[in-house]
């Protein structure tokens, strides 16, 4: 059974920094690419940012672009987001997803979420 | 980066009833399209993908059709747990971004 298991969100100030962790189990981890997306309260859906298999290729939603940075550690089965810079536009839950395969697409699994909320 | 327009924002339907969503893309996205349903408190559940193809443990009322820009969501026969938001996503390109619809909220009539 596929589980993604997110943690590490809480109260940030803005301008401040958080990592985001997401355990994964049930399935070959680096062979599929992973994605982290997130949902202001009362909102849509955003996709955020997403890595490949291998952690060699990353994307970035332009709105975090250069201010939030994905990887993976394939030896723990762990995803990971270092956000830096933080907004209060940033609050949200922020998911962890598994993709169909080693790049880009839908969604087929998702967690259960973490919330950040960035406020003084 | 590619837009997603889903309408209507709020459908009304009685239970039993169908139900039809629309999702639009500013540009072509072939047939790369998902829906998901949310229900409150939980994450999004993957219903349809590739536009057409439903997910594993989805049931037959749900289905999906369309390509390039014009999408639908059917529900056939809504039942009590249907009632819950539904976005669509496309991911044409990676590299471009992989964006959502503003989704389609279905309640009780």
């Known amino acids: 059974e596929v589980q993604l298991v997110e943690s590490g969100g809480g109260l940030v100030q803005p301008g401040g920094s958080l990592r985001l962790s997401c355990a994964a189990s049930?399935?070959?981890?680096?062979?599929?690419?992973m994605s982290w997306v997130r949902q202001a309260p009362g909102k849509g859906l955003e996709w955020v940012s997403g890595?490949?298999?291998?952690?060699?290729?990353?994307y970035y939603a332009d709105s975090v672009k250069g201010r939030f940075t994905i990887s993976r550690d394939n030896s723990k089965d762990t995803l990971y987001l270092l956000m830096n810079s933080l907004r209060a536009e940033d609050t949200a839950v922020y998911y962890c997803?598994?993709?169909?395969?080693?790049?880009?697409?839908?969604?087929?699994?998702w967690g259960q979420g973490t919330l950040v909320t960035v406020s003084s | 980066e590619i837009v997603m327009t889903q309408s209507p924002a709020t459908l009304s339907v009685s239970p039993g009833e169908r139900a039809t969503l629309s999702c639009r893309a500013s540009q072509s996205v072939s047939s790369n399209l998902a829906w998901y349903q949310q229900k409150p408190g939980q994450a999004p559940r993957l219903l349809i993908y590739d536009a057409s193809t439903r997910a594993t443990a989805i049931p037959a009322r749900f289905s999906g059709s369309g390509s390039g820009t014009e999408f639908t969501l059917t529900i056939s026969s809504l039942q009590s747990e249907d009632f819950a938001l539904y976005y669509c996503q496309q991911y044409n390109n990676w590299l471009r971004g992989l964006t959502f619809g503003g989704g389609t909220k279905v309640e009780i009539k």
């Open positions: 890595v490949t298999g291998s952690g060699s290729s990353t």
């Open positions: 049930g399935f070959t981890f680096d062979n599929y690419a």
């Open positions: 997803a598994k993709d169909r395969a080693n790049y880009g697409d839908y969604f087929q699994y």
